[in-house]
T-cell receptor, first 115, second 110 residues
Framework: KAGVTQTPRYLIKTRGQQVTLSCSPI?????VSWYQQTPGQGLQFLFE???????NKGNFPGRFSGRQFSNSRSEMNVSTLELGDSALYLC??????????????FGPGTRLTVL | GESVGLHLPTLSVQEGDNSIINCAYS??????FIWYKQESGKGPQFIID?????DKRQGQRVTVLLNKTVKHLSLQIAATQPGDSAVYFC?????????FGKGTSLLVTP
């Protein structure tokens, strides 16, 4: 099975712009989660989707949003970019049962740099 | 605040030795824990998991121990190899999300 794929792998944006990141989960996985990883804060949960519904959201401002499509692919959007949004954005998918103890498998991430 | 933490930010071991990476958690209701390995430029890679109804689980060269009394888990890597050099994270489930610790950087020296 192919793993979790994320596009693009690298992005450079300037302050005030917006960005959309894409994630394709492992085939058969219906839950997709997003995390932000920075050297200072580590890995922090952004949000989780299952069957196109957001079930959980982390403590991030409303500039961070996401959605999931009927084929389980997911996108996240960050509007009005700030320098502090520079980070590795990771997507993880888990098995179709949708339970909270399903193992999450991560993609390689999208490295976002905000100038 | 952070509910999952690792005791040491870095750990250096010699090739062939056993490695032990520790993690403490604060939520006594946590029922699922996972260890991930992250190599430079890559996403976290699943190593092994354990549920709260177990106190030990073994994989290939890895063992996870869970002590619910003191809210502590550890990852043991047998016969550590250069390819084991990476950052290791423990994580606990929190609803439909994972809480991660800061990570321990494991350096394997020849």
């Amino acid at each position: 099975k192919a793993g979790v794929t994320q596009t693009p792998r690298y992005l450079i944006k300037t302050r005030g712009q917006q960005v959309t990141l894409s994630c394709s989960p492992i085939s058969g996985h219906r839950s997709v989660s997003w995390y932000q990883q920075t050297p200072g804060q580590g890995l922090q949960f952004l949000f989780e989707y299952f069957s196109e519904t957001q079930r959980n959201k982390g403590n991030f401002p409303g500039r961070f949003s996401g959605r999931q499509f009927s084929n389980s692919r997911s996108e996240m959007n960050v509007s009005t970019l700030e320098l502090g949004d520079s980070a590795l954005y990771l997507c993880a998918s888990s098995f179709m049962s949708g339970g909270s103890t399903d193992t999450q498998y991560f993609g390689p991430g999208t490295r976002l740099t905000v100038l | 605040g952070e509910s999952v933490g690792l005791h040491l930010p870095t750990l250096s071991v010699q090739e062939g030795d056993n490695s032990i990476i520790n993690c403490a958690y604060s939520n006594s209701a946590s029922d699922y824990f996972i260890w991930y390995k992250q190599e430079s430029g890559k996403g976290p890679q699943f190593i092994i998991d354990i549920r709260s109804n177990m106190d030990k689980r073994q994989g290939q060269r890895v063992t996870v121990l869970l002590n619910k009394t003191v809210k502590h888990l550890s990852l043991q890597i047998a016969a550590t190899q250069p390819g084991d050099s990476a950052v290791y994270f423990c994580a606990e489930n929190a609803g439909y999300a994972l809480n991660f610790g800061k990570g321990t950087s494991l350096l394997v020296t020849p």
